[in-house]
């Protein structure tokens, strides 16, 4: 009798596992040109003779195995996403179908300029409605990733305080901030200088006017900021920065909660970028693309990423005659293909459409706020903007933590929320739910959660060795990290 075969859903083997010398995925006519010596084409060092242990597979093998593995995936399109931080929305079909028309998924870069036109209307299009959202004069394309956006930010701002003969040291970062803030200040050569929050999750500003010198360039701010919390006194904080000659640099990945209904340019932001992949719902994860414009006031336009755009009478051009420019941060003029999804999700929102799906985003999160209070522990009394952020306090008290109950929630079947972010909230759980979930899910994941809190004080074991349903349980995080297993080793080779 045969082996019973696990059901295709609970087991994969490696693709390795079934090969066999010979089988091979596809076949070719014999050539019909004089065929070309690798090593003379290539060099000899680029040619290897065979590759070891390479899977030698039939095409349907390979199809089927890819295509089991790819509905292992959690994705935004299977289901609620609630990590923080991430905005994590769904990404309409309408952008895809934008980003396929003809002439633009054909477009190359190369292309002369009289026959990217198109091409150069969408930059400028979207420039401008970026601006115009962020209350700001300029924005740049170009950076591809937020943490890209921050660094092509402080860049602006050491050349434009260096043109003033006025290079400064210091960038001020608040404790709550996301860790890529200090990274990039460091990277881009300045000394952090970390400004602790207040009582109420806020910057406080006596400290800060303490904090801010002669020689510290500038402030980067996250508003609302990563405890969900908008900074009430920012008006104040970037005065308080403009009087002794410094800069207000502002994270702008939580700009799902301002778009329509704030202008980060008209409460004093000097600097900023925008996250195209979280806001503007283009996709999200795995590591990208993604797409962080930068939007600058007048005093920074000069120093902005070659090339800019040029309008004239015969129409868009690339201007590279800018001599203050910090020059080219990427190849080309940013994830174009992001780009488009982004400007097709602004026009198919609309002004009005935006501002709602700000409000939705918000209400969402004090709604789950709501759900949860008394149950999970509110480090913060002020309002949450577009994510609500515990600790995980009471569940502690049975030896349950935050990273416990976020696996107990895959059992539920829900993508675990942010854990243990951010670091100023001891043992924190970090819940964004986006403006795109229904009432019914809000509702479901609400259930969930509250089912959870009960069971760590009845059977806080479960928990801690959840998820239970899944088809791998907890693994060894740390050893993961620190011996991961990247090479098949056939069985007896170490
Ligand atoms: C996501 C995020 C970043 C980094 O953006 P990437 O696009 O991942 O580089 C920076 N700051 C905050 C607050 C974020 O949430």
């Given at each position: 009798m045969?082996?019973?075969?696990?059901?295709?859903?609970?087991?994969?083997?490696?693709?390795?596992?079934?090969?066999?010398?010979?089988k091979i995925g596809y076949q070719l006519p014999a050539l019909?040109?004089?065929?070309?010596?690798?090593?003379?084409?290539?060099?000899?060092?680029?040619?290897?003779?065979?590759?070891?242990?390479?899977?030698?597979?039939?095409?349907?093998?390979?199809?089927?195995h890819f295509t089991r593995l790819s509905s292992w995936n959690y994705a935004i399109d299977s289901g609620m996403y609630p990590l923080?931080?991430?905005?994590?929305?769904?990404?309409?079909?309408?952008?895809?179908?934008?980003?396929?028309?003809?002439?633009?998924?054909?477009?190359?870069?190369?292309?002369?300029?009289?026959?990217?036109?198109?091409?150069?209307?969408?930059?400028?299009?979207?420039?401008?409605?970026?601006?115009?959202?962020?209350?700001?004069?300029?924005?740049?394309?170009?950076?591809?990733?937020?943490?890209?956006?921050?660094l092509t930010g402080l860049l602006l701002i050491r050349a434009y305080l260096e043109s003033r003969g006025d290079a400064r040291r210091v960038v001020l970062?608040?404790?709550?901030?996301?860790?890529?803030n200090p990274a990039t200040a460091s990277i881009a050569g300045y000394e952090v200088v970390e400004i602790p929050s207040n009582r109420l999750g806020m910057i406080d500003l006596a400290t800060l006017r303490d904090a801010v010198d002669d020689s510290v360039a500038a402030l980067m701010v996250t508003n609302p900021n990563t405890v969900g919390i908008f900074e009430q006194d920012i008006a104040e904080v970037a005065a308080a920065l403009?009087?002794?000659?410094?800069?207000?640099?502002?994270?702008?990945?939580?700009?799902?909660?301002?778009?329509?209904?704030?202008?980060?340019?008209?409460?004093?932001?000097?600097?900023?970028?925008?996250?195209?992949?979280?806001?503007?719902?283009t996709p999200h994860g795995?590591?990208?693309?993604?797409?962080?414009?930068?939007a600058v006031k007048r005093h920074l336009e000069p120093h902005l990423p070659l090339p800019?755009?040029?309008?004239?009478?015969?129409?868009?051009?690339?201007?590279?005659?800018?001599?203050?420019?910090?020059?080219r941060v990427r190849a080309f003029y940013g994830n174009f293909g992001v780009l488009v999804r982004a400007l097709a999700y602004i026009l198919a929102h609309g002004g009005d459409g935006l501002r709602n799906a700000t409000v939705d985003a918000v209400l969402n999160a004090n709604y789950i706020r709501k759900g949860l209070e008394g149950r999970y522990e509110l480090p913060y009394e002020a309002p949450s903007m577009h994510e609500c952020i515990f600790s995980d306090s009471r569940q502690a008290k049975h030896g349950v933590k935050t990273g416990d109950i976020a696996k107990r929630l895959i059992d539920y079947g829900f993508h675990p929320y942010t854990v243990s972010f951010p670091l100023i909230v001891r043992g924190a759980l970090m819940i964004e739910p986006t403006e795109t979930e229904s009432k019914h899910e809000l509702d479901e994941f609400i259930a969930a959660m509250r089912?959870?809190?009960?069971?760590?004080?009845?059977?806080?074991?479960?928990?801690?060795?959840?998820?239970?349903?899944?088809?791998?349980?907890?693994?060894?995080?740390?050893?993961?990290?620190?011996?991961?297993i990247l090479k098949w080793q056939s069985a007896g080779q170490e």
């Open positions: 045969g082996r019973i075969r696990q059901h295709q859903a609970l087991e994969e083997r490696l693709l390795f596992e079934r090969s066999s010398p010979g019909d040109v004089p065929p070309v010596d690798p090593e003379r084409a290539l060099g000899s060092v680029h040619v290897r003779e065979e590759i070891p242990g390479f899977p030698e597979v039939s095409e349907v093998e390979v199809i089927r923080g931080s991430c905005t994590m929305k769904y990404n309409p079909r309408l952008n895809e179908a934008v980003a396929r028309i003809d002439g633009i998924i054909d477009a190359h870069p190369y292309q002369p300029e009289c026959l990217a036109q198109g091409m150069l209307e969408i930059q400028r299009t979207l420039e401008a409605y970026l601006a115009e959202i962020c209350g700001m004069d300029a924005v740049t394309l170009q950076p591809a990733a937020g943490a890209h956006g921050e970062i608040p404790d709550s901030a996301h860790g890529t403009h009087e002794r000659g410094a800069q207000l640099y502002m994270d702008g990945a939580n700009m799902n909660a301002l778009v329509g209904i704030a202008r980060p340019g008209d409460f004093g932001v000097d600097v900023m970028h925008l996250n195209l992949h979280k806001t503007f719902s795995g590591g990208g693309p993604g797409a962080g414009p930068v800019r755009i040029r309008a004239a009478e015969s129409g868009l051009s690339f201007d590279w005659d800018r001599p203050a420019s910090i020059g089912s959870i809190a009960e069971e760590a004080e009845r059977d806080p074991d479960l928990i801690r060795r959840s998820p239970v349903t899944t088809r791998t349980s907890r693994v060894d995080e740390t050893r993961a990290a620190r011996k991961p």
